[in-house]
């Protein structure tokens, strides 16, 4: 398996488990800050289309900028390509974690989806 890339954030507490969990199986990572440097627009177009096009799963709905930029409604009506250059410009707007690689793509941190990546490997 290719070094994952972890976006994630210091004070995401998902983030936290996330990177418990990896270090715990020996997975090698980088970890990226998210916020200072966000997913390149290509990873973003790799992990919407690992979440089958759904392009609100990519955005932090629970996030401040998430809620001020009013992106509940406006993905109603938004592009893709407008959504992923949104998200490319402001690292606060997706969903963490974000690891991705050559061959895995995941987003957020669930055990059993995570689980049955990591296990597969």
């Known amino acids: 398996m290719t070094t994952l890339k972890a976006y994630m954030h210091s004070n995401c507490g998902t983030c936290r488990k996330a990177k418990k969990y990896l270090t715990g199986l020996g997975v090698e990572f980088s970890e990226i800050p998210i916020r200072e440097q966000p ?4 990873e973003l177009g790799i992990m919407l289309d690992a979440y089958d096009g759904v392009v609100s ?3 932090n709905t629970s996030g401040q900028d998430y809620r001020q930029g009013d992106y509940k409604n406006r993905l109603k009506t938004m592009s893709p390509e407008m959504a992923i250059d949104e998200l490319a410009a402001n690292g606060n707007l997706i969903k ?6 050559d061959t895995i793509a995941l987003i957020g941190f669930r055990q059993d989806e995570w689980d049955g990546v990591f296990q597969a490997c």
Do not use: H, N, Y
């Open 39 to 42: 997913p390149t627009k290509d």
């Open 57 to 59: 799963r990519l955005f």
């Open 96 to 101: 963490r974690p974000f690891v991705i690689s």
